[in-house]
């Protein structure tokens, strides 16, 4: 019996300041506004798994990671979908 291994094309996100993140590893996209939210993100910094792409701007997204990694963002987390379902849009016409 032979195994057959179906390859996903890898995609990515942009999250500004030229940074992306695999949309694959994607658990979730928030909002930082609440204390949880917050709190997230100290925890995330505490453990070393937190991965400031912001460049120095105000944080708009968080990214939660299949890798229990945090990445935080300065675009909105509405661009950042609209950007993952115009990378869904431009896979699926190729």
Same mark, same amino acid.
């Given at each position: 019996?032979?195994?057959?291994q179906?390859?996903k094309?890898?995609k990515?996100?942009?999250i500004?300041?030229g940074?992306?993140?695999?949309?694959n @590893?994607?658990i979730?996209?928030i909002?930082?506004? =609440?204390?949880?939210?917050?709190?997230?993100?100290?925890?995330? @910094?505490?453990k070393?798994?937190?991965?400031?792409?912001t460049?120095?701007?105000?944080?708009? =997204?968080?990214?939660?990671?299949?890798?229990?990694?945090?990445?935080i =963002?300065?675009v =909105?987390?509405?661009?950042a979908?609209?950007?993952?379902?115009?990378?869904?849009?431009?896979?699926?016409?190729?």
């Amino acid at each position: 019996m032979a195994v057959v291994q179906v390859k996903k094309a890898v995609k990515f996100i942009s999250i500004g300041n030229g940074s992306a993140v695999s949309a694959n @590893r994607i658990i979730s996209i928030i909002t930082p506004d =609440s204390a949880p939210a917050k709190r997230l993100i100290q925890e995330a @910094r505490s453990k070393g798994l937190l991965v400031d792409a912001t460049g120095g701007k105000k944080t708009k =997204s968080i990214f939660i990671m299949d890798s229990d990694h945090v990445v935080i =963002s300065s675009v =909105s987390a509405e661009t950042a979908i609209a950007r993952g379902e115009e990378n869904d849009a431009e896979m699926n016409e190729g």
